[in-house]
């Protein structure tokens, strides 16, 4: 069993899979924007990965920041 520091905060298992979803959809949402609706450049992909990992990152920051639990 691992034990927690004191004011480490216990991450709930949605946090975790949204979190999950974040990594995943930047990646994936460009691609198959590029193989079923248009092909796009690379460059381009990488971007719209870079954008949407940011936009869910601020996101996912925004809505759980005050779900953490702290234990004390």
Avoid: D, W
């Avoid at 959809?25 to 924007?33: H, T």
């Avoid at 248009?38 to 005050?66: C, N, Q």
């Amino acid at each position: 069993m691992m034990k927690r520091k004191p004011g480490e905060p216990i991450y709930l298992g949605g946090q975790m899979l949204a979190l999950g979803l974040a990594v995943v959809c930047s990646v994936a949402l460009p691609q198959l924007y590029h193989v079923l609706v248009s092909p796009i450049s690379f460059e381009t992909r990488v971007l719209a990965g870079l954008f949407l990992a940011v936009l869910s990152g601020i996101l996912l920051y925004r809505l759980f920041a005050a779900a953490a639990k702290n234990e004390p």
